[in-house]
């Protein structure tokens, strides 16, 4: 079965410091990874999707995943935050090669504070 | 194109009431899902679809009846609406990526039970 595990539900970052933050996965099959963003009170925003092709995936607002198969992991990175990053931040596992096309398992998220 | 539209956006209900969340997409996706949203949970798997006439339970299914009639609408019904199915949900699409999946959300129902 798939699994996803972010470490720290909450980071907080000064504005234009580093944004790291940590999703490692669990899969029986080569996975399909995802991150995506949520602000308040809105909806799910696709940032990036690891799709077995070059495994640094660049994504939107620039932010950016590498995907590293010997730590399982998909981490998620900015080198320089911005205010309007503060939103929850959610890391998601697809089995990309099985019939259950529909089940995407998602981590428990993480919230990103920007301060200034 | 309007991608995956949910309605209502929020809804009410109390404790014993029924009601439908309405799911519908236009990009002719085989695949539909229901997710539910709740503080420090991440979204969880409700039912999900690989077709019509085809749906299977996902990780929280209980309390929550699904069907799909059509390829385009994937209905979530509460039977009997308790406290615990406060939540916000969220109902996607998927699309074939290379050798996966894509999914579109739409966005989403909140939804209080008193």
């Known amino acids: 079965a798939q699994s996803v595990t972010q470490l720290g539900s909450h980071v907080s970052v000064s504005e234009g410091a580093l944004v790291l933050l940590r999703c490692n996965y669990s899969?029986?099959?080569?996975?399909?990874l995802f991150w995506y963003v949520q602000y308040p009170n809105q909806g799910l925003q696709l940032l990036l999707k690891?799709?077995?092709?070059?495994?640094l995936v660049k994504g939107i607002n620039g932010f950016e995943a590498e995907f590293k198969k010997s730590e399982t992991s998909f981490h998620l990175t900015k080198p320089s935050a911005h205010m309007s990053d503060a939103a929850e931040y959610f890391c998601?596992?697809?089995?990309?090669?099985?019939?259950?096309?529909?089940?995407?398992?998602f981590g428990t998220g993480t919230r990103l504070q920007v301060t200034l | 194109n309007a991608g995956v539209t949910q309605t209502p956006k929020f809804q009410v209900l109390k404790t014993g009431q029924s009601m439908t969340l309405q799911c519908a997409q236009d990009?002719?996706?085989?695949?539909m899902s229901w997710y539910r949203q709740d503080p420090g949970m991440g979204l969880r798997l409700i039912h999900y679809?690989?077709?019509?006439?085809?749906?299977d339970q996902g990780e929280v299914p209980n309390g929550y009846n699904v069907s799909r009639s059509t390829t385009e609408d994937f209905p979530l019904r509460l039977l009997s609406a308790a406290p615990s199915q406060t939540s916000v949900y969220f109902c996607?699409?998927?699309?074939?990526?290379?050798?996966?999946?894509?999914?579109?959300f739409g966005s989403g129902t909140r939804l209080t039970v008193v």
């Open positions: 679809s690989v077709g019509a006439g085809i749906t």
């Open positions: 690891y799709t077995s092709a070059a495994t």
């Open positions: 998601a596992v697809s089995e990309g090669f099985t019939g259950t096309a529909s089940k995407l398992t």
């Open positions: 996607a699409s998927s699309y074939k990526l290379g050798g996966g999946y894509g999914y579109t």
């Open positions: 990009m002719n996706h085989e695949y």
């Open positions: 899969s029986s099959v080569p996975p399909y």
